[in-house]
């Protein structure tokens, strides 16, 4: 387990180089944050003075090499706009997006699994076929729009829930903003997180249906109905165990997601995560803190992963016995 | 062999249809007999010929879009063939056990070994935990695994084919059923492995006075362990009577048809004698007599379905031309071996 | 496994066998994809919305793009009014004065335009490269599937929003290259899943007899890949093209949403909802409500039916 943690690990730091390459030569290669930052009546002596404090008068791979050797201590470069260090904002707005995300992937999680083993239980029901006909439909909703039209109902029309930010009473827990402690807090987190979860819940449901159809045919389901199961134990034990596997792998890799999805549901919502800080800077050109945000995603990433890999090897013993003999 | 007078099992004029989108499937159709304790019934049949579906229906596990729709299953006297779910589930496991035919998918695989044992135990009895894992090692000695505690705490992927079945049949042990049923739980094994565990569950019977319905498709494993034989085609039974009858004097063509196919040594070099066609499909069953498109001894009344007749003594035979004893030089010699 | 599996398994190959001595294979599926009601909806929906964009300069009441025949004293009409030049404005106007449904008709064919032109590129590169890499294997395989795992475990709103965001252009930036831009962007989170799908296919296909067979002929390897195995692959590519031109067409409107798409010029659907945003708050449910109706309308009739193609062109899933 350890010789499997430590290769995963060692992959890992490869991919977030390699991104790291990637990410910074895009975004050095094209745009020119002058034109923004240096006020057009300037002179060339201001223009001059502006582009050296920033370091970018150096060749790329200069720029690269120190980048690099900067991001290693934790400083990913100060933001050109708000003049401090790009990560510390990313770091400030992280907790926001995360309780978002993390309220989205609950209810998808609570409201998809079960909507999915019960369609696929009995795919050819009338309930079934409309659970399933809503999914096609929860998919193919434009987040953004269901966004508004959820600010349309709930908070201009019946005006029962605010449309914008995350509320006043933000508690520490264990050095964590949230404003999930409140009801305020979650009054105000209620439409965001129903919004950004739509698309995953019908994923969620997608995929335990299938599962679960899957699963019931296989004579392991038959073998333990003849042992005289309760058809609650069948379901819970021996169908949802099985199904666990896939849903748990999918779900990991899909809090990515979440999270860059963030970027249109925090928008609608004046929500202040990373994702809103993230199309601010885009329409600044403010370079620094888009590559902090980029690499932060990246390790996001390659975390959740490690994590989904880790997971998985605890759910499937067959795995586990893989990575034994490995 | 016990002689009690109520049969542990007995079918009676068994239905059970498939209702698909193209139209019923009659995978069981009038298929009648009985198992006495310590007893084994052999139900032979191609794939598809219904005798997997028989099994099922006997469990109350007949998946949909099947239904059993008519006839009666009597156990111990109870016609369980419309129970209760509940009744049904206690039966299941308790009472009647089922083995099934590919050890590799029969346990699930992300389960522990003792986790599927105990809770076979513990969904009939209220029993602790402890004197479940008790019994559930006992029965994997008794089936004959090597240091069953440690077994016990293993993933079923841990075990090879022959390990797993007999963990299977361990499990259907649990209880110690009146009725095994089994759908041809040695097809998928390598023959020494199919000997050892038909060797077993033999003594098993003998011991226990445990009746036994026997599924399979290889008239060698008949032949060797049951007391009496069904042959099923196109969901109903055409011959039913003694192994050693039926195997000696079939008489009914498709009967004879199976017995001469089997491969023997005596024969050598002789083409093999084999039934021409194929199955019909369920769907669409030529009317009259379904084998009457494969038959060598078809006639004008084929056109009419055969009703069960007696053409000789204590046997069931379902054909207007059935083959009589003089005519088929049935070389059963080989095949009883 | 069971044996009513096997023989309804036999059934439906006798069946098959039958039926399609009278049914060529397109029957088959047309009759089996007549099945689903909900697809047959969706059907029709798709065909609605073609016809839609391709008759849209004659079917809209009004030209939203003629400048002198949009009067900003019709803006913020609600549904029903009557504009100045005398035309019912059935949807209302939006904030600049322009009649909503006519601006919806044309922002339909954009939206659907850029979905499917970007979608046919990527097919054609995904395809491409997907098939080489079954073809050939070995390192090419390695490094162009390397390169697609890469970006597939990246959600694709992410990349298409970091391309945009580092090509963002000025103000002045010419109309036609904001759309070229947006083009390129939806190609690139596309080829991927054509990429991958391909190449799945081609690897189970390249291991069938028939292609050995055509390999003995010595047939050109071109020859092999268009006329052998391309045919055979057909299938998961036609049901991953229809759903991933629903998700291109809920991408670009997400992208112009957020400012980063088309530009003020080429409003497609997500343009008009974006501007209508801004007058959610008070009230004026429409210029939102209905380009989004629309939207939902194109992304979920293309979604059923790509839903439905699934089930009938896979044989496993078939029952």
Redesign the interface.
Known sequence: MTVFIIRRLMQAALVVLIMSFLVFSGVFLVGDPTEILVADDADQAERAAVIESLGLDKPFHIQYLRFLTKAAEGDLGESFVFNEPALQLILDRLPATMELAIAALLISIVFGIPLGVIAGLKP?AVYSKFIMTGSILGFSLPTFWVGIMLILLFSVQLGWLPSTGRGDEIHYVFGFPTSLLTLDGWSHVLLPAVNLALFKLSAVTRLARAGTREVVH?????????????DQ?VIF??VL??IL?PVVTVLGLEFGGLVAFSVVTETIFAWPGIGKLLIDSIGLLDRPVIVAYLMIIVLLFVFLNLMVDICYSL????VR?QDIKA | MANSDVPTLEVRNLQTH?F???GV?K?VDDVSFSVRPGEVLGLVGE???????TG?SI?G?V??P?RVVGGEILYKGENIANASDERM??????NI??I???PM????????VDT?MI??IQ??ENVSRNEAWERSRAALEQVGIPAAEERLKS?P??FSGGMRQRV?IA?ALLNKPDLIVADEPTTALDVTIQGQILYEVQKLCEETGTAMIWITHDLSVVAGLADEICVMYAGRVVEHGTVNDVLDNPAHPYTLGLINSVPSRNRRGEPLAQIPGM?P???NLPKGCPFKTRCPRVGPDCEIEPAITHPVTARDVRCHYPVTAGEAAAPTSEVTA | ????Q???V??DT??DRKNAAVQTPFRRILSDFMDSPVAVLGAFGVIVVIFIAVFGPWLAPTDPYDLSSVSFMDNLLAPGETMANGTVAWLGTDGAGRDLLSAMIYGLRISLGVGVGSGIIALIIGCTLGMIAAYFGGRTDMVIMRIVDMQLSFPAILVALILLAVVKGGPNEPGYFAVLKIIAALVVVQWAYYARTIRGSALVERRKEYVEAANCLALSNGRVVFRHLLPNCIAPIIVVGTMQTAHAISLEATLSFLGLGLPQTEPSLGKLISNGFDYVMSGKYWITVFPGLALLFMIVSINLVGDRLRDVLNPRLQ?
Do not use: W
């Open positions: 050819d296989q004579d392991y389901v038959k073998f333990a109905r003849a042992k005289g199961l309760t134990r034990v021996h165990k099985n596997i759910l499937d013993p067959r016995l | 498939f698909t989108r193209a499937v995978a794939s598809g010929s219904g005798k997997t579906v099922f469990l596990l998946d949909e099947g589930r206690r039966l299941r496991g308790n056990a089922m099934f035919q590919d998918m029969t346990l699930n695989p992300v389960l522990r599927q809770e076979a969904a009939h993933y992927h841990q299977a499990i199955t499909s369920l769907l | 496994m069971t044996a009513i096997e023989e309804t036999v059934e006798a069946a029952k």
